[in-house]
């Protein structure tokens, strides 16, 4: 094309976006001015408009390291690792759903401003608040997506890799076959320490709409119009639930609060029949059976599904082993902010819970939707379909020991959920 004003084609505005810490910031502020100093379209004429983050996003540096015992007791006598956790987590993962919200309306702004004008959008890597638009979260309606996303890493590249370890891990540069070995153990071991913030960010990423499409089978005819709009929840995000009555709460609670490689903390799998098919025979007591002799490392959780139900009745021998801690009727969301493994026979609503708050499946279950919903399960790869009703105790121990074994390894880009995909066998 010429290069005359009717046919010259418009650049795009290109909206930065950066985390608030200062040392994230000033390196945008400069690539901000190179851009428009190259004339790239200028907002104002001074060159450059700002767009302030508002909310728990807008953080500031003094304020936030002035007193930080208020981040956590005796921060500043804490092992870097951990004081980096609570950082990734009040910094990058607490303020995501904020981002994104803020992020979305300077989108709508640009585009009220100039409805044929495409964005091109410069992310430092330390704004997770892009990582909706990744995922499918929805745009305000008549805002078209950006043009294209470039990040912008202002430290040393954070990428997995064979060849490093973490950077926890101050171990020196290997590539041969031993020193990789030691990397992907290291890794694994960071993996599952990082487990909760990985759940905290599925968490805040569905927080923030993106829907879980992957669960579903990729058709090629949907109906015109049908859209996947996010999970139905009966307990709106946010929302503080009251401690359930059950003396046993506070041990749960407790164990949750430990670093997860903690010897003390234990794995914790929950295990509910449904309201259908509700013989405790068919699943409750095998899993509790499976993991009877594991009271060092592993709790069970019960959910019996109707009130005032109690279990002892139904064991072979009429003892409960130790740790196991049985609940007559309680709230899944309540219960599965502290779960490891999510045991249960496929009904669609248990799969949503398990979906929503990032814990893996074993599901066992057949009739009504419940083979369909288990066969996605597997497919999809956030949990394990046993393909029966009643499975036997082996059957439930090896599919839970699988979760645990891998739980974290080889996370998908998109979710900490894809960790243990397919059926258990035989």
């Known amino acids: 094309m010429g290069d005359n004003a009717a046919t010259k084609p418009q650049r795009p505005v290109i909206l930065v976006v950066c985390h608030t810490l200062s040392g994230h910031l000033q390196p945008l502020i400069r690539i901000a001015h190179g851009l428009s100093s190259r004339k790239w379209d200028r907002i104002e004429a001074a060159g450059v408009e700002f ?36 950082d990734l987590r009040l910094q990058c993962l607490d303020t995501l759903p904020t981002q994104w919200e803020n992020f979305k309306s300077t989108l709508a702004a640009l585009h009220e401003r100039d409805p044929g004008r495409q964005v091109l959008v410069v992310a430092e890597a330390f704004f997770l608040g892009i990582l909706p638009l990744k995922y499918g979260a929805p745009l305000p309606s008549g805002v078209p997506a950006p043009l294209k996303t470039v990040c912008v890493s202002i430290t040393v590249p954070a990428i997995q890799s064979v060849d490093l370890p973490p950077f926890a891990y101050a171990a ?49 005819d949907w109906p015109e119009g049908f859209k996947f709009v996010g999970l139905v929840q009966g307990t709106p995000k946010g929302t503080v639930l009251p401690d359930p009555h059950f003396e046993w709460w506070s041990e749960l609670k407790a164990n949750s609060v430990l670093d997860a490689d903690d010897p003390r903390r234990k794995k914790v799998l929950v295990v509910a029949q449904g309201t259908v098919e509700v013989s405790p025979h068919d699943l409750i007591i095998p899993t509790i059976r499976a993991f009877a002799e594991r009271n060092k490392d592993v709790l069970v959780v019960a959910i019996l599904g109707w009130k005032d139900a109690t ?116």
Request: contains cysteine; hydrophobic residues 40%; neutral net charge.
């Open 311 to 426: 279990l002892a009745e139904f064991m072979p021998d009429g003892v409960v082993p130790g740790n196991a801690r049985i609940a007559d009727y309680l709230n899944y969301d309540a219960v599965l902010e502290h779960a490891d493994v999510w045991i249960h026979n496929a009904g669609f609503g248990a799969v949503n819970h398990g979906i929503a708050h990032g814990v893996p499946m074993v599901v066992a279950g057949e009739g009504m939707d419940k083979t369909e919903n288990a066969r996605r399960v597997g497919w999809s790869g956030i949990g394990v379909d046993l393909a029966t009703a009643k499975p036997s105790v082996e059957r439930v121990r090896e599919a839970v020991e699988s979760i645990i074994m891998r739980q974290g390894r080889a996370a998908s880009s998109r979710s900490g959920l894809r960790c243990c995909g397919g059926r258990a066998r035989g």
């Open 51 to 86: 767009f302030a983050l508002q909310g728990v996003a807008d953080l500031n540096d003094q304020e936030y390291y002035a007193n930080p015992d208020h981040l956590a007791p005796g921060y500043k006598t804490l092992p870097w690792t951990k004081r980096g956790k609570i």
């Open 172 to 220: 020196p540069f290997d590539q041969s076959d031993a020193g990789r070995a030691r990397n992907r153990a290291l890794w694994d071991k960071w993996t599952e320490s990082a487990a909760e913030l990985t759940r905290l960010l599925d968490q805040q990423l569905l927080a923030s709409g993106v829907g879980v499409p992957g669960f579903e089978y990729p058709r090629s």
